[in-house]
């Protein structure tokens, strides 16, 4: 069975009366109650009064009461034909009741060897003491063994939609527990990248932040703009190594990104914007800013994504020149609107290799993400990035 597969194709096809038992039940109802009708108009026609209706009623009466008290109500079944007998009626119509209600009883649950043996041995006997030809009679046999194949068709229903019941059960249980292993493959495959990570990526920040510390200590007294530039970058270090350790978190465990990180450290937001621009002011970047405030009913996933976004756009802004970068965030009609220019440099040509990399790809993905969109404009003078968020984090259209 394929993944896309549902547990019931593995069952073969069988009509929908067939597959629910309590639709035969009642279609066999249905018949009895016609049958029932037909014998209620037969004894006056023929100028018998109400004493032919009492066998027909004594079987109806079985029928209603087996479905309160099935066992007493089979033992009122069975004795409907010796009731035709004792007023004298042919007791053909409460024998064909009777394997009827045998088929029924069945289907409900009783055992279908005992109801086929009961039902049937009332009609063979009922027929032979009526019409005295011994008990080789033809017709006696023949409602012996109806009422047996009737509670025998009744009990094979049952047992067949229990079997197509179990066998959907054990599909599901087996849909189940594959998309467990699954799930265990991804955490194994994610807590393996989650230790390559740490053994590589950690120890190289490690070292990088070592060196800088030792080229730190190392400079002269006068050298205070390349002490304030090291300063920066190992402040830049910690932060990329805190980034780390909270998305190794997440490979880890199964838990949210807002989740995964400490609560003592602050969700990246659009309010971290200002503070964003100032740590790349302190390395050194030209930054022009012009932002709003951030709504308070704004989305969080809009908020992380504007911050995302941000940051993304400063971290690239050098690849197009070395001019000043503006940023600009406006909330206007429930849109929030973040554009970052960058003026590019005329000697800097547009090569497919300066395009390379996911940082556009990364922040298009930011966006979408949050229900929002990502334009870029491209021109000899500069480069524009434009993202347009709704607020409540709703789909932009």
Known sequence: MTASSSPTEMVAYRPSWYRRPALLDRITLITIGLASATEFVVPP???YGFVAWIPLIVSLLGIAVSYRWRWVGLAVIAAAPFVANAVDWDPLMAWNLAVFAAFSLAVRGMPAVMVGLVIGSANYVSVSL???QGFVYPVSIVAFAFALAAAAAG??????DRYRRELEQRSLEALATRDAEANQRVSEERLRIARDLHDVVGHEIAVLNMHLGVAEVSLPAEAATARSSLTSARSNVQAVLS???????????????SAA??????????GGIARLIDSYRS????VQAELCEAPEAIDAEVSTAAFRIVQEALTNSQRHGPGAVSVTTRSDGGI??????????????????????????GMRERATSAGGRLEVVDTDDAFIVVATLRIDGGQIR
């Open 130 to 132: 009526f019409h005295d």
């Open 155 to 160: 009990s094979a229903t049952r047992s067949q």
């Open 243 to 257: 980034e780390t350790q909270r998305i190794l978190h997440v490979l880890r465990t199964d838990e949210p990104e």
């Open 283 to 286: 390395a050194g970047v030209e």
């Open 336 to 361: 929030l609107t973040i554009t970052v220019t960058n003026a590019r440099a005329r000697r800097a040509p547009k090569t497919a290799a300066a395009r390379r990399g996911y940082g556009l790809i």
């Open 261 to 270: 990180g400490d609560a003592s450290r602050p969700t990246p937001d659009l």
């Open 45 to 47: 026609l023929q100028g």
